[in-house]
């Protein structure tokens, strides 16, 4: 079975300061990750995923990720934080073989500080 | 990317009643489709995974007669939560793979009174 774990519920960071999420997974086999971003009342949308390949993952509107095996990480950082990025960060794991289900971490709440 | 579309948004029902929430995958087929909960400031809790042309597989602690779902063709998976309560007030998300991706439907709050 597979875990998430997202360390920090609430993160608040000035504008145009570094946005740093965290996420640290468990599973029994080299995962699939994800980072969804959730507006209010809104279903989530992709910023990223890792799948195989480069480990260093670019998503849209300037976030990025890395997996990091040897720390089960696969944190979510972007330079200059932007108004527009508060929001709810999920980060989401599923097995590369199996089903196709996601597991999500408990989210973090991304503010940002004019 | 593709696109699911769930409806509807959101929807107020009395207790007793019972109401349907549809999530259609508009540009792709989907054989498998998933349903989530959604506690206010919590995560997503998966429901039950819905198979087209089978049964779906509930997740443990769902009640089945509750939240029937029926994916009946491609394109269309549909749960009803039957005779509501307020405790199932919720926003619930359906989704659907496409390769390695995971697409979302807007979600559905309902809230029962």
């Known amino acids: 079975a597979q875990s998430v774990t997202q360390l920090g519920s609430h993160v608040s960071v000035s504008e145009g300061a570094l946005v740093l999420l965290r996420c640290n997974y468990s599973s029994s086999v080299p995962p699939y990750l994800f980072w969804y971003v959730q507006y209010p009342n809104q279903g989530l949308q992709l910023l990223l995923k890792?799948?195989?390949?480069?480990?260093l993952v670019k998503g849209i509107n300037g976030f990025e990720a890395e997996f990091k095996k040897s720390e089960t990480s696969f944190h979510l950082t972007k330079p200059s934080a932007h108004m527009s990025d508060a929001a709810e960060y999920f980060c989401a794991v599923r097995l590369i073989f199996g089903n196709e289900k996601l597991t999500f971490g408990t989210g973090t709440r991304l503010t940002i500080i004019p | 990317g593709a696109v699911v579309s769930q409806h509807p948004s959101r929807v107020i029902c009395k207790s007793g009643t019972s109401v349907k929430i549809e999530c259609r995958s508009l540009?792709?087929?989907?054989?498998?489709m998933f349903w989530y909960r959604q506690f206010p400031k919590q995560s997503l809790m998966l429901m039950a995974t819905s198979n087209e042309g089978s049964k779906a597989t509930y997740e443990q602690g769902v009640e089945k007669d509750k939240f029937l779902i029926n994916h009946a063709s491609l394109t269309l998976s549909t749960l009803t939560v039957t005779s509501a309560h307020p405790e199932d007030s919720s926003f619930y998300i359906c989704?659907?793979?496409?390769?390695?991706?995971?697409?979302f439907g807007q979600g559905t709050r309902l809230t029962v009174v």
């Open positions: 540009d792709f087929q989907a054989t498998t």
């Open positions: 989704s659907a793979t496409v390769n390695t991706e995971a697409f």
């Open positions: 890792y799948t195989t390949g480069a480990t």
